[in-house]
Nanobody, 124 residues
Framework: EVQLVESGGGLVQAGGSLRLSCAAS????????IGWFRQAPGKEREGVSC????????SYGDFVKGRFIISSDNAKNTVYLQMNSLQPEDTAVYYC?????????????????WGQGTQVTVSA
């Protein structure tokens, strides 16, 4: 069974950093695209970043503005999201998701599997 488990969320002050992890199991890791999404209360889920584990191509949401970096450790079946210069508007539940293939997309309906999410809270 495909499983995605997020970790690394927490409470930080504005300007601080967090590194989120997505540990994957139950599928061939390097044949999937892994994405990070976030959802704040009352808002639609939005794409943050994604990475193809076959060719290492990446994509970022425009709101990231160079602050976040996605990376993948295929030996550990884990994708990371390094988040720097965090601001209160980054507060949300962050989810990792997976789709089979190598194409890059940040569209929610394209993803097949989802983790349970990890809370990120940024205080002013």
């Amino acid at each position: 069974e495909v499983q995605l488990v997020e970790s690394g969320g927490g409470l930080v002050q504005a300007g601080g950093s967090l590194r989120l992890s997505c540990a994957a199991s139950g599928f061939t890791f390097d044949e999937f695209v892994i994405g990070w999404f976030r959802q704040a209360p009352g808002k639609e889920r939005e794409g943050v970043s994604c990475i193809s584990n076959s060719d290492s191509n990446t994509s970022y949401g425009d709101f990231v503005k160079g602050r976040f970096i996605i990376s993948s450790d295929n030996a550990k079946n884990t994708v990371y999201l390094q988040m720097n210069s965090l601001q209160p508007e980054d507060t949300a539940v962050y989810y990792c998701a997976a789709l089979g293939g190598s194409w890059i997309t940040l569209d929610v309906p394209d993803y097949d599997y989802w983790g349970q999410g990890t809370q990120v809270t940024v205080s002013a």
